[in-house]
């Protein structure tokens, strides 16, 4: 059982916005930074967000991040039915001396 | 370009001792500018952070599986290792090894292919 909560699930049309969400306390995100991952089927993680809301290369502006408080947020603006996958947040437990992960979200286009 | 590998057997008994290797190409382990980690992902479910090193000192363990992990490193050949002990089923998943850098430390930029590891008798 993660330490972060996201939604199991979000779905939009294509060209839509979706937002996930990931939530913790004050001693885990509350207390670090945040980063987004994408999972496509029978690939590796790709990092999508590092530092609450920093983009590493060639990751598109339709992605964005940001953190309030203990609660983390993912973007995604013109959802494209490439952006299907399993997206995960994760941070840095200082108390664990550990990373974690959220539970995962599955993002569906419609 | 930084890329990593991993390898090792795809088919472990139970109780025995998983280990597996990751290669590094195009970058040192012993680069303080990094920490390196094993990441796991079992069938259907989310991803677990194993552990990871730093240099040639500082290694972490997720205290859930602390008791049987080890990682080590050999410099010589740019890589390192995950040993996981007393595997059961449970332990039946995608092994990745991933990098992060030292100032970003949920920040896994660089990943593996994975490797397949299956727990059976």
């Known amino acids: 059982q993660s330490v972060l909560t996201q939604p199991p699930s979000v779905s939009a049309a294509p060209g839509q916005r979706v937002t996930i969400s990931c939530s913790g306390s004050s001693s885990d995100i509350g207390d670090s930074y945040i980063s987004w991952y994408r999972v496509l089927p029978g690939t590796a993680p790709q990092l999508l967000i590092y530092d609450n809301n920093q983009r590493p290369t060639g990751i598109p502006d339709r992605f964005s991040g940001s953190k309030i408080g203990a609660t983390g947020i993912l973007d995604i603006t013109g959802l494209q039915t490439g952006d299907e996958a399993d997206y995960y947040c994760a941070t840095w437990v200082g108390r664990l001396t550990a990373a974690e992960f959220g539970g995962g979200t599955k993002v569906t286009v419609l | 370009q930084v890329q990593l590998q991993e390898s090792g057997p795809g088919l472990v008994k139970p109780s025995q001792t998983l280990s597996l290797t990751c290669s590094v190409s195009?970058?040192?382990?012993?680069?303080?500018?990094?920490?390196w980690s094993w990441i796991r992902q079992p069938a259907g479910k989310g991803l677990e952070w194993i552990g990871r090193?730093?240099?040639?000192?500082?290694?972490n363990y997720n205290p859930s599986l602390q008791s049987r992990v080890t990682i080590s490193r050999d410099t010589s050949k740019n890589e390192f290792s995950l040993k996981l002990s007393s595997v059961t089923a449970a332990d039946t998943a995608i092994y990745f090894c991933?990098?992060?850098?030292?100032?970003?430390?949920?920040?896994?930029?660089?990943w593996g292919q994975g490797t397949v590891v299956t727990v059976s008798s």
């Open positions: 195009g970058g040192s382990i012993t680069s303080h500018s990094h920490y």
């Open positions: 991933a990098r992060a850098p030292s100032n970003s430390w949920e920040a896994f930029d660089i």
């Open positions: 090193f730093h240099g040639t000192v500082d290694t």
